[in-house]
């Protein structure tokens, strides 16, 4: 379920790479990826950017600033876009720079809220 | 001049509550903050999330994906929103999580058209 939800975020998405669920300990959860994003070692930069929202989450803490809801990371070659499912997982989404960021924006809510129950533990 | 600017950055943008042109070392060349910024101490988390973008920048370098353009992190109670000005120079603006994050976005690229002579060293 967790593949096809990937694969259905990516393909819904213009411009979409690769979907990963990760934990926040840089370990994979499940993912889907093009062979375009295989190519450009986005699995690796997955894991990588682990540490970004990890960082994030602790400063935010320090400061009394809630939660991680979202991070959106816009580079030269690629945006990535993450969004906390759950204290210790979160999707990560590869869009193309030209790609369609509010659509997947709104794919990877969508996919939150049908995946909530799963993750609430 | 950076001063008005910034000040023009938050009027402009709906839930603006301060900004910031900050070094990649941590260190402000400019702000300009709301009194409710200011009592959230949103000065201090500005220097704090400096090292985000700064580990951004070195994880993209070293996977090959290019410089870091924006850094969107949106938490319970703010939303941040960096933008490259130059390669030690970025800009922060925070927004409320209710405010507009889009038209926050536009105001700093404009200003980062207008200000990009002055930071083309």
Redesign the interface.
Known sequence: MFKETLQSIVEKTDGGLGAVIMGTDGLPVEKFFSAEAAEA?LD??AA??T??IR??AR??K?????????????????TLLMRALHREYFFLLAVRPDGNLGRGRYELRKAELMLAAEFAV
Chains 1, 2 share one sequence.
């Open positions: 070692n690796v930069a990588e950017f540490s970004l960082n994030a400063s935010a320090d400061l009394n600033l809630g939660e991680v809801r979202e991070l959106v990371l816009s580079l030269d070659n690629v």
